[in-house]
């Protein structure tokens, strides 16, 4: 396969999943028309959920989920040591995700509440760089196939740009979408990292932040927005601990 | 002969999550047989509380990456009975097409690119690319469309955007629906093309008698809603899902297992179609018979012909859906509601079985205490004692450890299993 006259060699990957749905792992086989394509790019070493083959000389691994176990933290020590570029897949492992709402209870009250007096093992949910250093961060909830393909194709083609810098506002104008502010709704949009394509102001529903915090973004400004709107204060905050993509901007706050 | 063997695998593969078999045989005799669930709790139920109803069905989607819809629209529906909200007709017409494109691409991702890697002895679907390209490329235009419904009903394919507390925010666009309505018709060939290949795949001759468990509304084919039914003849309400499930634990599984009338019992596509078979559209029921598939069908390997069978039916209800909302103005979409304290069952079909969120809400709306029983939990005793089952007549057959292995995993991977989704 040739790009430009140079020879583009196929990435070998593995794809790993920790404490998660799985959901982003499914995303690498949506987009079904430019599938067989993408596919062409893509050497699959290691892809439990799909494939029966297993090999251990992957030189780029995707990591989708939170670490809650101490297994997971073996496990994914071991994937680093052997990838070359270790990329956090999708929000849980990026920022700890949804599971992050659970380390709002003590562990043990959890496995209590959930499995009465049997001994299971949790921890509370952190992310994958709290572990392990992570190369490359694809966040999401779940990951923009769209945005997937960009990335691997930078990758083989070694042109690889970084993600959007601007919010999902930035994004939701150009659509045209009416702002849910003027609805009366808190929008995490003016805070949040672009590249999903405002879906989610797209069909009405304010945007929970899943991809973080932009680069570019006022984050004292956001809360004044919410203020002089006169919404909800409650309403904000759960919104911006939903996917903990905003710890580092909360602790003053709470 | 007197065989000894282990069979040890460990984190399956072709399935959603990790779950490990082990089937011992000593002096060709099975000694064990055990299906352990090994994923990593999530505590979703504890992460509730405290989640305003408005986010909740937003939480819960994300228990599953496959079936994020059905789990949407199960909090959505409990909390909607909970506070009594009435979504509005269209909205519920949207909401069943978008089941539809979940469970037509959920299916569509086991049958061909899960289950048939077995059928042809091949380790996944990414040879068979190269052998029967036009097999799964009649895979991927099915699982296309029912992702591209479920993109145009909820703004997405997977962690639904637009469904929402009485109804929905955002209704498709009309050219969606027309186009949608156009790649029904065109990829009806894709259909065909996909059951002709499942009719030369021999799926294993094994049966053992169990206790099917699906939702019943005696009008339509079930996805949202109804009364709780088994082939054994029990019938209860919604709201009385425990009865139904009767959780329990074992030492061995993060999942729990679960039992009705006998020591284990099946819900999925089999389970629905050996409740309300006669529900079927007409295609459909043509070509489950076609299939030799009649209820009540004891072999679990079957459950593959029988999602089968459901593509077909989908295809039939959801061009009815798409002409009823393209003569709709889509107007009233989503009913106005005041939170209020309640509490009750939200039961839908998820693409692997009945699937079922209680939610109690305090005056606020707020969730105070939640419950989700997944269709997996609710297969795993069943998959668990399959396993003895059919190890124990693979050795008696005088089967070799890896033909044993083999049969073991095509079994386990019949039932589609949603093992994270099973520990959430």
């Not at chain 1, 989920?65 to 897949?89: H, M, P, W």
């Not at chain 1, 601007?166 to 502010?181: A, E, G, H, M, R």
């Not at chain 2, 992460?47 to 909740?56: F, I, K, Q, Y």
């Given at each position: 396969?040739?790009?430009?006259?140079?020879?583009?060699?196929?990435?070998?990957?593995?794809?790993?999943?920790?404490?998660?749905?799985?959901?982003?792992?499914?995303?690498?086989?949506?987009?079904?028309?430019?599938?067989?394509?993408?596919?062409?790019?893509?050497?699959?070493?290691?892809?439990?959920?799909?494939?029966?083959?297993?090999?251990?000389?992957?030189?780029?691994?995707?990591?989708?989920?939170?670490?809650?176990?101490?297994?997971?933290?073996?496990?994914?020590?071991?994937?680093?040591?052997?990838?070359?570029?270790?990329?956090?897949?999708?929000?849980c492992a990026c920022f700890g995700g949804v599971n992050s709402l659970k380390n709002k209870i003590p562990a043990d009250e959890a496995v209590r509440g959930v499995y009465g007096d049997k001994a299971v093992?949790?921890?509370?949910?952190?992310?994958?760089?709290?572990?392990?250093?992570?190369?490359?961060?694809?966040?999401?909830?779940?990951?923009?196939?769209?945005?997937?393909?960009?990335?691997?194709?930078?990758?083989?083609?070694?042109?690889?740009?970084?993600?959007?810098?601007?919010?999902?506002?930035?994004?939701?104008?150009?659509?045209?979408?009416?702002?849910?502010?003027?609805?009366?709704?808190?929008?995490?949009?003016?805070?949040?990292?672009?590249?999903?394509?405002?879906?989610?102001?797209?069909?009405?529903?304010?945007?929970?932040?899943?991809?973080?915090?932009?680069?570019?973004?006022?984050?004292?400004?956001?809360?004044?927005?919410?203020?002089?709107?006169?919404?909800?204060?409650?309403?904000?905050?759960?919104?911006?601990?939903?996917?903990?993509?905003?710890?580092?901007?909360?602790?003053?706050?709470? | 002969?007197?065989?000894?063997?282990?069979?040890?695998?460990?984190?399956?593969?072709?399935?959603?999550?990790?779950?490990?078999?082990?089937?011992?045989?000593?002096?060709?005799?099975?000694?064990?047989?055990?299906?352990?669930?090994?994923?990593?709790?999530?505590?979703?139920?504890?992460?509730?509380?405290?989640?305003?109803?408005?986010?909740?069905?937003?939480?819960?989607?994300?228990?599953?990456?496959?079936?994020?819809?059905?789990?949407?629209?199960?909090?959505?529906?409990?909390?909607?009975?909970?506070?009594?909200?009435?979504?509005?007709?269209?909205?519920?017409?949207?909401?069943?097409?978008?089941?539809?494109?979940?469970?037509?691409?959920?299916?569509?991702?086991?049958?061909?690119?899960?289950?048939?890697?077995?059928?042809?002895?091949?380790?996944?679907?990414?040879?068979?690319?190269?052998?029967?390209?036009?097999?799964?490329?009649?895979?991927?235009?099915?699982?296309?469309?029912?992702?591209?419904?479920?993109?145009?009903?909820?703004?997405?394919?997977?962690?639904?955007?637009?469904?929402?507390?009485?109804?929905?925010?955002?209704?498709?666009?009309?050219?969606?629906?027309?186009?949608?309505?156009?790649?029904?018709?065109?990829?009806?060939?894709?259909?065909?093309?996909?059951?002709?290949?499942?009719?030369?795949?021999?799926?294993?001759?094994?049966?053992?008698?169990?206790?099917?468990?699906?939702?019943?509304?005696?009008?339509?084919?079930?996805?949202?809603?109804?009364?709780?039914?088994?082939?054994?003849?029990?019938?209860?309400?919604?709201?009385?899902?425990?009865?139904?499930?009767n959780e329990y634990l074992t030492d061995f599984s993060t999942s729990k297992f679960t039992r009705v009338s006998r020591q284990s019992s099946a819900a999925g596509a089999l389970a629905r179609f050996n409740?309300?078979?006669?529900?079927?559209?007409?295609?459909?029921?043509e070509i489950a018979a076609s299939f030799g598939l009649e209820p009540i069908c004891h072999n679990p390997f079957m459950n593959n012909i029988a999602q089968l069978v459901e593509c077909h039916h989908i295809?039939?209800?959801?061009?009815?859906?798409?002409?009823?909302?393209?003569?709709?103005?889509?107007?009233?979409?989503?009913?106005?509601?005041?939170?209020?304290?309640?509490?009750?069952?939200?039961?839908?079909?998820?693409?692997?079985?009945?699937?079922?969120?209680?939610?109690?809400?305090?005056?606020?709306?707020?969730?105070?205490?939640?419950?989700?029983?997944?269709?997996?939990?609710?297969?795993?005793?069943?998959?668990?004692?399959?396993?003895?089952?059919?190890?124990?007549?693979?050795?008696?057959?005088?089967?070799?450890?890896?033909?044993?292995?083999?049969?073991?995993?095509?079994?386990?991977?019949?039932?589609?299993?949603?093992?994270?989704?099973?520990?959430?």
């Amino acid at each position: 396969m040739n790009h430009l006259g140079f020879k583009i060699e196929k990435m070998k990957i593995g794809s790993f999943d920790f404490t998660c749905c799985e959901g982003c792992q499914l995303q690498l086989a949506n987009k079904e028309s430019t599938l067989p394509a993408f596919l062409g790019l893509l050497d699959i070493r290691n892809f439990r959920e799909i494939s029966s083959e297993r090999h251990d000389d992957y030189d780029i691994a995707l990591v989708e989920g939170s670490i809650t176990r101490s297994d997971e933290i073996e496990r994914l020590k071991a994937i680093r040591a052997q990838a070359q570029v270790l990329v956090a897949f999708g929000t849980c492992a990026c920022f700890g995700g949804v599971n992050s709402l659970k380390n709002k209870i003590p562990a043990d009250e959890a496995v209590r509440g959930v499995y009465g007096d049997k001994a299971v093992e949790t921890m509370p949910s952190t992310k994958i760089s709290d572990i392990v250093t992570v190369d490359f961060m694809i966040p999401g909830c779940p990951v923009s196939k769209a945005e997937v393909e960009r990335v691997v194709i930078g990758i083989v083609t070694r042109s690889l740009n970084n993600l959007p810098k601007y919010p999902v506002c930035v994004d939701c104008k150009q659509k045209l979408n009416t702002c849910l502010f003027d609805l009366g709704e808190v929008c995490l949009g003016p805070v949040t990292k672009a590249g999903c394509d405002a879906v989610c102001p797209s069909g009405k529903t304010a945007c929970l932040g899943c991809r973080g915090p932009a680069d570019d973004m006022n984050f004292p400004s956001f809360l004044q927005l919410v203020r002089e709107k006169g919404l909800s204060h409650e309403e904000m905050m759960e919104k911006l601990t939903f996917y903990n993509g905003f710890a580092d901007y909360l602790d003053h706050e709470r | 002969m007197n065989v000894d063997f282990n069979i040890d695998i460990h984190h399956l593969t072709r399935v959603e999550g990790h779950g490990n078999i082990h089937i011992s045989v000593k002096d060709g005799k099975l000694a064990e047989a055990r299906w352990e669930v090994i994923e990593t709790p999530r505590f979703f139920e504890m992460m509730l509380r405290g989640v305003s109803a408005e986010r909740a069905s937003f939480l819960t989607s994300r228990i599953c990456g496959i079936c994020s819809i059905s789990h949407s629209l199960a909090s959505i529906r409990a909390l909607e009975r909970a506070m009594e909200i009435e979504p509005p007709e269209a909205a519920k017409a949207i909401r069943l097409l978008a089941m539809h494109g979940e469970t037509l691409q959920s299916h569509a991702l086991h049958l061909f690119f899960l289950a048939a890697p077995d059928f042809l002895d091949m380790p996944s679907a990414v040879p068979i690319l190269h052998s029967h390209p036009e097999i799964v490329k009649a895979g991927l235009l099915l699982k296309e469309l029912g992702n591209e419904m479920s993109i145009a009903t909820t703004g997405r394919a997977t962690h639904p955007v637009s469904l929402v507390l009485g109804g929905v925010s955002k209704a498709p666009e009309k050219q969606q629906l027309k186009q949608l309505k156009e790649m029904l018709m065109k990829r009806r060939t894709a259909l065909d093309k996909a059951t002709a290949f499942f009719r030369t795949l021999s799926i294993p001759d094994f049966v053992r008698e169990t206790e099917f468990i699906s939702l019943r509304n005696g009008k339509d084919y079930p996805f949202i809603g109804g009364d709780l039914v088994s082939t054994d003849g029990v019938v209860r309400d919604e709201n009385d899902y425990l009865l139904m499930t009767n959780e329990y634990l074992t030492d061995f599984s993060t999942s729990k297992f679960t039992r009705v009338s006998r020591q284990s019992s099946a819900a999925g596509a089999l389970a629905r179609f050996n409740n309300n078979s006669r529900l079927l559209g007409h295609r459909a029921h043509e070509i489950a018979a076609s299939f030799g598939l009649e209820p009540i069908c004891h072999n679990p390997f079957m459950n593959n012909i029988a999602q089968l069978v459901e593509c077909h039916h989908i295809f039939e209800n959801a061009e009815i859906l798409i002409e009823n909302l393209l003569d709709d103005d889509l107007k009233n979409l989503r009913n106005a509601y005041k939170p209020k304290a309640g509490e009750a069952t939200g039961a839908v079909e998820a693409p692997r079985g009945v699937l079922y969120h209680h939610m109690e809400t305090d005056d606020d709306g707020k969730v105070v205490k939640a419950d989700c029983i997944i269709p997996t939990t609710q297969n795993n005793a069943n998959i668990h004692y399959d396993l003895h089952a059919l190890a124990s007549e693979a050795v008696k057959a005088g089967k070799t450890d890896r033909e044993t292995e083999k049969l073991c995993e095509m079994l386990v991977r019949s039932y589609d299993p949603c093992i994270s989704c099973s520990v959430h």
